[in-house]
């Protein structure tokens, strides 16, 4: 594992993940486009959650490169690329289970979006959050499950319209395992800790 975490924090690494974050963050919200115009103004903030977990990245990734940790960012991130990485790609599979098709562009989703869910991890020993970040993001992340299960601003998957309670319970319990990976690999651990320095 050690190549890993070299490789992890070479710059020109660095800055090839910064390219790939923020072109996927510019798709993400294209991808939203329609959905964003028919959404009331006090909840658009909150409906397209994979490029604004994407786009939290990116900001944690400027701040590395500029040997900064910016840690409300750090949380966000770590919590939710995990949980909509895992989200999108559970979503993708229980649609070809409803639909008996997994298209190119619905494999394209899964594999990118796991590797969403991957990459927030893999940073996890140069994240340096607090609890109080942890508590912030929490928030945030719960909060949205509220606007998008109770306010009905989910992601639209019309195959699955029919399940949205029992998604919208899955995805409650994918936030507090999203919260509770983000404690246990950073706050928690105190072993495999890596410097800015070092990148």
């Known amino acids: 594992m050690g190549w890993l975490f070299f490789l992890l924090r070479q710059r020109s690494f660095l800055y ?5 974050n923020t072109a ?6 294209i991808w939203y486009k329609q959905q964003l115009s028919e959404t ?3 909840f658009i903030a909150f409906v397209p ?3 604004t977990a994407s786009l939290f990245f990116v900001f944690v990734l400027i701040g590395f490169l500029v040997g900064k940790h910016f840690k409300l960012f750090e949380a966000l991130a770590m919590i939710t690329l995990f949980k909509y990485g895992i989200w999108a790609v559970a979503m993708n599979l229980f649609v070809y289970l409803e ?3 997994l ?14 869910a ?14 109080k970040h942890l508590m912030l993001a929490s928030i945030w992340t719960l909060h949205n499950e509220i606007i998008d299960y109770v306010f009905d601003m989910m992601p639209q998957y019309s195959v699955l319209n029919q399940y949205s309670a029992l998604i919208g319970y899955f995805t409650f319990w994918l936030s507090i395992i999203s ?12 072993t495999y800790k890596f410097e800015l320095k070092e990148l």
Do not use: C, W
């Open 118 to 131: 991957i990459e927030g991890l893999l940073y996890a020993p140069y994240y340096r959050f607090e609890m």
């Open 49 to 51: 959650d994979s490029p």
């Open 24 to 29: 996927g963050t510019i798709y993400g919200y």
């Open 179 to 190: 919260i509770a990976i983000a404690y246990f690999f950073v706050i928690k651990n105190q």
């Open 99 to 101: 639909t008996g098709v």
């Open 16 to 20: 090839l993940m910064l390219i790939i």
């Open 40 to 42: 009331p103004p006090q």
């Open 103 to 116: 298209s190119i562009y619905g494999m394209m989703l899964i594999l990118s979006h796991l590797g969403m």
